[in-house]
C-alpha cells in the first residue's frame, strides 16, 4: 500500500462586524490553504459549527463568484477541466456528490427524487460502498450531460 501522508491546515474565517464591535482582533495571518493541501488529496473540513467549514469547500453558490472567493470544489473541477484541456484527448469525468449528516447519506444529485437517501452496504471483507448517481461532464463545455 503507498505512503499516506495527512496535512492539517487551518482556514481561518474573517471576524464577524459583530466581533469587531465587541474589540476581536485577528491573531494569525492565513497562507494559501487551496494551493498548499488539494492536489491529490481527499479533502474534509472539521471545526466547531460558523468556523466556515461549509464555506471552504464550496465557497458561494454563485457561479460568477470572483475566483478569490471560491470554495475548494469550484477551484478543483476549474483545474481539472484546465489540466484536462491541455491533455487535448476524449475524457469521461465522472461526478458524485454525497452528504452524511446525522447518519444519513444522501446523494445531492438525485434532485428529482429529493435527494435520495443512499444506502451504505458492507462487502464480505467489511469494505463499505454505496451507489451514488455520477453526472457525466462535457470536457468542453463543463456541464453535466
Ligand atoms: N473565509 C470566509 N470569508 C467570508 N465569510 C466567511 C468565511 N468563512 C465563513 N464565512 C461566513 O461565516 C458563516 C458561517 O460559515 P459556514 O456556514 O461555512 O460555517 P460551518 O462551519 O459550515 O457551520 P456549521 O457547522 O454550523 O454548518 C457564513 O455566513 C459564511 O458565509
Known amino acids: 500500500m503507498g505512503e499516506v501522508c495527512v496535512r ?12 469587531v464591535l465587541h474589540n476581536h482582533q485577528l491573531c494569525v495571518v ?15 473540513a472539521y471545526g466547531q459549527t460558523g468556523s466556515g467549514k461549509t ?31 491541455e491533455r487535448r484527448a476524449a475524457v469521461d469525468v465522472r461526478v458524485s456528490y454525497m452528504e452524511l449528516y446525522q447518519e444519513e447519506l444522501r446523494d445531492l444529485l438525485e434532485v428529482q427524487t429529493g435527494n435520495k437517501e443512499l444506502h451504505v452496504r458492507e462487502d ?10 455520477s ?5 468542453t463545455c463543463q456541464v453535466c450531460v
Open 55 to 85: 464555506y471552504t469547500l464550496g465557497g458561494g453558490h454563485v457561479a460568477s463568484l470572483p475566483e478569490e472567493e471560491s470554495g475548494i470544489i469550484g477551484r478543483v473541477a476549474a483545474d481539472l477541466f484546465v489540466l484536462l484541456g
Open 30 to 44: 492565513p497562507d494559501t490553504v487551496y494551493k498548499s493541501c488539494c492536489y491529490n488529496a481527499t479533502v474534509f
Open 8 to 19: 492539517v491546515a487551518v482556514r481561518v474565517r474573517p471576524l464577524f462586524p459583530k466581533n
Open 124 to 133: 464480505d471483507r467489511g469494505n463499505t460502498g454505496n451507489t451514488p448517481r
Open 135 to 139: 453526472a457525466r461532464v462535457c470536457v
